[in-house]
Antibody
């Protein structure tokens, strides 16, 4: 069964750029939508954005000016870049896969999550 | 963006009891609503999608209902392992949004 694994730094300095990668194993990256979410400690989940295997993207308007999601199908990976990090961006970051439910897609597979702290 | 409001914030019940969780949307989301279970220290798990369809491998004690703006998740007979926070999510209109969660405590 498909598994997702986030990788990247656990600590980022204010104003710097966060770079995270999600590695897909046990399944194909093709023909799926792949997403990024985050969850500040004790708070609800927030959608960051998604990318289709072909490269089409959609971002949360609240983060759109700072977010880039890209995909590398040759490596079965996709990545998140979030610029100008502040303390408010401290959270657990999850990568996730959407499945096609017909009229909409829903997330059915999640990575374990990686904690990102913004601090000098 | 569409705001989802969940109630109650916390639900404390004994094993075997019925749990009913509510999710109300600020505008209609048709039936494009999902429920996720998140246990402490774990990633979310999809329980219900399209308001009432159980995801693969989800026990029959979990059921969802509703459409438009009012939705509910019912756990027919609470098990100790159902201790978790439950979130609703709408997929009707971008950006997709989540409720603030209902914490289910098992006495």
């Amino acid at each position: 069964q498909v598994q997702l694994q986030e990788s990247g730094p656990g600590l980022v300095k204010p104003s710097e750029t966060l770079s995270l990668t999600c590695s897909v194993s046990g399944g194909s990256i093709y023909n799926y939508y792949w997403g990024w979410f985050r969850q500040p400690h004790g708070k609800e989940l927030q959608w960051i954005g998604w990318i289709y295997f072909s490269g089409n993207t959609n971002y949360n308007p609240s983060l759109k000016s700072r977010v880039t999601i890209s995909v590398d199908t040759s490596k079965d990976q996709y990545s998140l870049k979030l610029t100008s990090m502040t303390a408010a961006d401290t959270a657990v970051y999850y990568c996730a896969r959407y499945f096609d439910a017909g009229r909409r897609n829903y997330v059915d597979v999640w990575g374990n999550g990686t904690t990102v702290t913004v601090s000098s | 963006e569409i705001v989802l409001t969940q109630s109650p914030a916390t639900l404390s019940l004994s094993p075997g009891e019925r749990a009913t969780l509510s999710c109300r949307a600020s505008q209609s989301v048709s039936n494009f609503l999902a429920w996720y279970q998140q246990k402490p220290g774990q990633a979310p798990r999809l329980l219900i999608y399209d308001a009432s369809k159980r995801a693969t491998g989800i026990p029959a004690r979990f059921s969802g209902s509703g459409s438009g703006t009012d939705f509910s998740l019912t756990i027919s007979s609470l098990e100790p392992e159902d201790l978790a926070v439950y979130y609703c999510q709408q997929r009707d209109t971008a950006p997709e949004t989540f409720g603030q969660g209902t914490k289910v405590e098992v006495k």
